[in-house]
């Protein structure tokens, strides 16, 4: 008898929330200083990462701008010691992404973002013939099973098979702002990579512009006529087993940009199916992002993290 009470009371919970409406909510607090008197919210917005999207959005829902405790429109003047309230909702998730039980590696997670470890053989998106196998799908899913609805946005994407840490937005606001120019400036990336022989010099930077391959719709080549800015700085770390250990800092972020600069200092990475058939020692391109670094979007707090080198790697260096 105590058995049926119990589920008849999960089953009332169930259907209970089931007929409610979730949201990914996210209530901001502002105080306004003297630098800013004077300007109006939208203004005061924008400066701080908001994207005109976003600012359209939040006109949408009620009561989402409160002036010290008072609802303002976006016109309106600030003033030294004014207390702006933000309040953002979302109840619409990437309803195409079929939500997957995959491994999902999570080094870090708040209500703004979400920092992942990402495997090999995991593309960032779903694309033809990857459907349901992409971190968008276990992402996705692991909001799914919380019963939240998810829009999946990536800031800073890796290759299907380059391993390592990104960074999600968990809403809206926070992806406008990651991805404002002033926060992609401050976002420090460090790569790992492996590289057959003895790299010379040991350390310097790769300044050579990239573009699209001629007859290739994936493969990108050093273009000094056409192609567009790339810098990477590399810097030698360790020797063993006949290979090196290389750590890569990016400039810019421009398609196959280490592979391609490494390959044009005249030792690519193993395993890279694209621009070095050396499969002997590993089965996908020797990189992994190691090291994030970056300031919160809504904090202001500096955060960085790291990934060990994975074992794929790992096996080669140190057999």
């Known amino acids: 008898l105590f058995l049926f009470y119990f589920f008849a009371f999960l089953a009332i919970i169930v259907l209970w929330f089931s007929g409610k409406e979730l949201f990914m909510t996210r209530d901001l607090e502002y105080k306004i200083t003297a630098q800013d008197n004077g300007v109006t919210i939208s203004e005061y917005l924008k400066k701080q990462g908001f994207s005109h999207a976003v600012i359209v959005q939040l006109k949408k829902i009620p009561e989402s701008i409160l002036l010290n405790g008072k609802w303002e429109y976006m016109s309106t003047r600030l003033n030294d010691g004014d207390c702006l309230f933000i309040h953002f909702e979302e109840t619409d998730g990437s309803e195409n992404i079929v939500a997957t039980n995959l491994p999902l590696s999570i080094c870090y997670e708040d209500e703004d973002i979400l920092v992942v470890n990402k495997p090999a053989d995991m593309p960032i998106h779903p694309s033809m013939n990857n459907y349901d196998n992409t971190l968008a799908n276990a992402v996705c899913h692991y909001y799914q099973t919380q019963g939240i609805p998810y829009t999946f946005r990536c800031v800073n994407r890796l290759d299907r098979d380059t391993t390592g840490l990104t960074i999600l937005a968990k809403h809206l606001i926070s992806s406008a702002i990651l991805n404002s120019e002033v926060s992609v400036r401050g976002i420090s990336r460090e790569y790992l990579a492996i590289v057959k022989g003895s790299v010379k010099p040991t350390k310097g930077t790769i300044t050579a512009p990239l573009g699209r391959k001629e007859g290739s719709i994936i493969e990108r ?99």
């Open 221 to 319: 080549t050093v273009d000094f006529e056409k192609g567009e800015s790339a810098v990477t700085h590399y810097k030698l770390l360790d020797e063993k087993n006949r290979h090196s250990l290389v750590s890569l800092i990016l400039e810019t972020g421009r398609t196959h940009q280490i592979r391609i600069h490494m390959k044009y200092l005249g030792y690519p990475l193993i395993g890279d199916y694209l621009y070095n058939l050396d499969m002997e020692q590993i089965q996908r391109q020797a990189l992994h992002a190691w090291k994030l670094s970056f300031v919160h979007p809504i904090t202001g707090e500096k955060m960085q993290f790291t990934a060990p080198l994975p074992e794929d790697m790992a096996a080669v260096l140190y057999p």
